[in-house]
């Protein structure tokens, strides 16, 4: 290391003065071409240092920061055998013999081993691994290969014994939900048993399930969304399995629709439509998965058409009228505003005297001016309904406590209706 440091200093200084000076000399050019040819013959050399086995890690197959002995007398690194320990294994994983203790004993030989090995070479030691959770090793890419085979290949029960360990692993293992973009065999052989027309309720919801798991992953969020049979299969999920897997297939369409350009592809896949069925029919989980997924969906705009065609304003306002997720759904309602269609809809559905109640008894700053917000769309759109907002005023007021005590946005909008009920010709405003 001190000897490449020197090689790098003696090349900045070089490239320095002739970058600095007018007149160099071609000796301190050849001299800067010199240092230059033996650094980078320095580096090649000291690329090509494999790692004695003995020094690796048979988990993670990286040199070893804390070498320990496991009761089989075999040595790993202590992060790495620790998570496989926590993990509720009682095994060895290289051996397969069962641990007589967990106690993990230093290897003091080993350690000093590769210390020595490292300052041969002029190698830094390495530092302990701190996020581990984020480390692929070559145990959990076996882990893995070897549940997809049993989905493939196996019996309908060692299928439903895959998918639940798959389930449980995607959930507690962020090394797993890594692995799924390293081989394009991966996502065929975990939908392969979705294909069935007589698939087990409980192996369809832990499979499901497992694409919300791995969903959770930047990586895979892109991936999941360009493939057609993963967002199929969602779709024919929130249709016809049980309310669990309709929740969980909610779930991952929400996670996935984070991207914009997945946003676009779902709604254009018909999602939809199937949401807001769930989002009428579920139970408050299933209703609130689905509530989140066409929000989210709805913050582009072509999907706002989409969502209001499938009918998604009576929807949200029934639920809305029996208090169901009141602000979750004032949030949907205030983005289909801008459609004409849906503020069409809203005036004929009796949206008007709903908001205005929801501004006099809400406690959420947020939700009155969501309400208030689609109020000064309909009112501006359907002058008709400013006889409602009228009553409501010479009644309670409302508007006129709101454009004092609300937001500053909610402010703005109530004093807009305000006026708007000032000008007409037909109506006077009654503070």
Same mark, same amino acid.
């Given at each position: 290391?001190?000897?490449?440091?020197?090689?790098?200093?003696?090349? !900045?200084?070089?490239?320095?003065?002739?970058?600095?000076?007018?007149?160099?000399?071609?000796?301190?050019?050849?001299?800067?071409?010199?240092?230059?040819? *033996? &650094?980078?013959?320095?580096?090649?050399?000291?690329?090509?240092?494999?790692?004695?086995?003995?020094?690796?890690?048979?988990?993670?197959?990286?040199?070893?920061?804390?070498?320990?002995?496991?009761?089989?007398?075999?040595?790993?690194?202590?992060?790495?055998?620790?998570?496989?320990?926590?993990?509720?294994?009682?095994?060895?994983?290289?051996?397969?013999?069962?641990?007589?203790?967990?106690?993990?004993?230093?290897?003091?030989?080993?350690?000093?081993?590769?210390?020595?090995?490292?300052?041969?070479?002029?190698?830094?030691?390495?530092?302990?691994? @701190?996020?581990?959770?984020?480390?692929?090793?070559?145990?959990?890419?076996?882990?893995?290969?070897?549940?997809?085979?049993? =989905?493939?290949?196996?019996?309908?029960?060692?299928?439903?014994? $895959?998918?639940?360990?798959?389930?449980?692993?995607?959930?507690?293992?962020?090394?797993?939900?890594?692995?799924?973009?390293?081989? $394009?065999?991966?996502?065929?052989?975990?939908?392969?048993?979705?294909?069935?027309?007589?698939?087990?309720?409980?192996?369809?919801?832990?499979?499901?399930?497992?694409?919300?798991?791995?969903?959770?992953?930047?990586?895979?969020?892109? &991936?999941?969304?360009?493939?057609?049979?993963?967002?199929?299969?969602?779709?024919?999920? &929130?249709?016809?399995?049980?309310?669990?897997?309709?929740?969980?297939?909610?779930? *991952?369409?929400?996670?996935?629709?984070?991207?914009?350009?997945?946003?676009?592809?779902?709604?254009?896949?018909?999602?939809?439509?199937?949401?807001?069925?769930?989002?009428?029919?579920?139970?408050?989980?299933?209703?609130?998965?689905?509530?989140?997924?066409?929000?989210?969906?709805?913050?582009?705009?072509?999907?706002?058409?989409?969502?209001? !065609?499938?009918?998604?304003? !009576?929807?949200?306002?029934? @639920?809305?009228?029996?208090?169901?997720?009141?602000?979750?759904?004032?949030?949907?309602? *205030?983005?289909?505003?801008?459609?004409?269609?849906?503020?069409?809809?809203?005036?004929?559905?009796? $949206?008007?005297?709903?908001?205005?109640?929801?501004?006099?008894?809400?406690?959420?700053?947020?939700?009155?001016?969501?309400?208030?917000?689609?109020?000064?769309?309909?009112?501006?759109?359907?002058?008709?309904?400013?006889?409602?907002?009228?009553?409501?005023?010479?009644?309670?007021?409302?508007?006129?406590?709101?454009?004092?005590?609300?937001?500053?946005? *909610?402010?703005?909008?109530?004093?807009?209706?305000?006026?708007?009920?000032?000008?007409?010709?037909? =109506?006077?405003?009654?503070?």
């Amino acid at each position: 290391m001190e000897r490449e440091k020197g090689l790098k200093e003696k090349l !900045r200084q070089l490239v320095m003065s002739i970058v600095d000076s007018d007149d160099f000399t071609l000796q301190t050019a050849d001299e800067a071409i010199a240092t230059l040819s *033996a &650094l980078k013959n320095f580096n090649s050399l000291h690329e090509d240092r494999p790692i004695p086995p003995h020094f690796r890690c048979p988990i993670s197959t990286q040199l070893m920061t804390d070498p320990v002995i496991l009761s089989t007398g075999q040595t790993y690194d202590r992060p790495f055998i620790e998570r496989w320990l926590n993990e509720g294994h009682r095994t060895c994983p290289q051996t397969q013999q069962v641990l007589s203790h967990s106690v993990l004993t230093p290897n003091c030989l080993v350690r000093d081993m590769i210390a020595q090995w490292c300052k041969d070479r002029g190698i830094p030691l390495p530092k302990p691994v @701190k996020d581990l959770d984020h480390v692929v090793t070559n145990a959990d890419r076996n882990r893995l290969n070897s549940l997809l085979r049993k =989905l493939s290949l196996s019996s309908s029960s060692d299928q439903k014994e $895959a998918a639940k360990e798959l389930r449980l692993l995607t959930k507690r293992m962020p090394s797993i939900r890594m692995l799924v973009g390293e081989s $394009a065999d991966v996502i065929p052989q975990l939908l392969g048993p979705l294909s069935s027309p007589t698939t087990d309720p409980d192996l369809h919801e832990d499979l499901i399930t497992t694409v919300l798991n791995l969903s959770i992953h930047d990586d895979n969020k892109k &991936l999941f969304a360009e493939d057609p049979a993963v967002i199929s299969l969602l779709i024919d999920a &929130l249709k016809c399995g049980t309310i669990r897997t309709r929740t969980n297939a909610a779930a *991952a369409i929400f996670t996935l629709s984070a991207l914009d350009d997945n946003k676009h592809i779902i709604g254009k896949s018909g999602a939809i439509n199937p949401l807001l069925e769930l989002l009428d029919e579920g139970d408050p989980l299933a209703m609130k998965d689905a509530a989140s997924a066409v929000f989210n969906l709805c913050l582009v705009h072509e999907n706002k058409g989409r969502t209001v !065609r499938d009918g998604a304003v !009576r929807v949200i306002l029934k @639920k809305m009228m029996d208090h169901i997720l009141v602000d979750e759904l004032l949030a949907i309602l *205030a983005l289909l505003s801008s459609h004409p269609k849906a503020v069409e809809e809203m005036g004929d559905l009796g $949206a008007v005297p709903l908001l205005l109640g929801i501004i006099r008894e809400s406690t959420s700053e947020r939700s009155k001016e969501n309400c208030v917000a689609i109020l000064y769309t309909i009112c501006f759109s359907d002058r008709t309904k400013l006889k409602e907002i009228r009553e409501e005023e010479k009644a309670n007021g409302t508007l006129s406590k709101l454009a004092q005590c609300g937001t500053s946005r *909610a402010k703005r909008k109530a004093n807009g209706i305000l006026e708007r009920l000032n000008r007409s010709p037909y =109506l006077t405003h009654t503070a």
